[in-house]
């Protein structure tokens, strides 16, 4: 089984900073896009910002020089520096990521899908 676990949520006042974490964990063969998404309370969920493997980063306008998306390619990990936050930016936070399972002897699965269970942003005074 593959699974992504989120951390690093918190209430955090306006103006200031959190940082996400997202570990992936099991049986990975690799990781090619990671992504972090958010969803807001009525809100659909939206992208907020991608990395591919070489780490190469892309981000939604509204977090452009606000956020910082990176990654441990050794630790399976994404991370999301979040600074001047909003109240806005209040959501709970998704990590996603495209993943190949590590399969019997030297075989592996095709890229799929995976999603954490997220973690709580609250930006208020």
């Known amino acids: 089984q593959v699974q992504l676990v989120e951390s690093g949520g918190g209430l955090v006042q306006p103006g200031g900073s959190l940082r996400l974490s997202c570990a992936a964990s099991?049986?990975?063969?690799?990781?090619?896009?990671m992504r972090w998404y958010r969803q807001a309370p009525g809100n659909q969920r939206e992208l907020v910002a991608a990395?591919?493997?070489?780490?190469?980063?892309d981000y939604v306008d509204f977090v452009k020089g606000r956020f910082t998306i990176s990654r441990d390619n050794a630790k399976n990990t994404v991370y999301l520096q979040m600074n001047n936050l909003k109240p806005e930016d209040t959501a709970i936070y998704y990590c996603?990521?495209?993943?190949?399972?590590?399969?019997?002897?030297?075989?592996?699965?095709?890229?799929?899908?995976?999603w954490g269970k997220g973690t709580l942003v609250t930006v208020s005074s």
């Open positions: 996603n990521a495209d993943i190949s399972k590590r399969l019997k002897g030297w075989s592996y699965g095709p890229f799929q899908d995976y």
């Open positions: 990395i591919s493997h070489g780490g190469n980063p």
């Open positions: 099991g049986n990975i063969f690799s990781i090619d896009t």
